[in-house]
């Protein structure tokens, strides 16, 4: 059997507990974990958790990119790893998750046949230096 986590489970593993209940939940989680074959995670859980670890716990990207490693190397870990692997890409580069999952994933969409427009100057560096069309739009 396969299970679809959302972000509050998947974050019970990596933050410390501040309570009793956040350490019964974690155990809840480790026990979920072993009771199915497949864990699977949707990309926007992915997108979610790096904004809880690194703005709300102060995960630095290179943790996040770290903890994100780490689920991609188990085995029973699901997901659409080529847009988690994009938003990975952005995170060494010192960029946003997000960013990098939303402009891949509307480049697929698009058959490529796009630009990705954001009013983040570092996404669009960060995405043009790759070769990926990227741009701050003006009035």
Not at 30 to 44: A, G
Not at 98 to 120: C, K, L, P
Request: proline content about 2%; aromatic content about 8%.
């Amino acid at each position: 059997m396969k299970v679809v986590v959302d972000t509050n489970i998947l974050a019970r593993l990596f933050l410390e507990p501040e309570n009793a209940a956040d350490g019964e939940q974690r155990a809840i989680v480790e026990k979920l974990f072993l009771q199915f074959s497949s864990i699977v995670i949707p990309t926007h859980v992915f997108c979610e958790l790096a904004w809880i670890l690194n703005t709300r716990n102060k995960f630095t990207k290179d943790e996040v990119y770290g903890v994100f490693r780490h689920l991609l190397k188990t085995t029973k870990i699901v997901c659409k790893e080529d847009e988690v692997n994009a938003g990975m890409l952005m995170l060494e580069r010192g960029g946003d998750f997000a960013d990098g999952v939303n402009e891949y994933t509307g480049r697929m969409m698009t058959n490529g046949e796009s630009v990705f427009a954001t009013f983040d100057k570092e996404a669009a560096k960060l995405l043009n230096e790759r070769g990926i069309a990227a741009m701050i739009p003006q009035l």
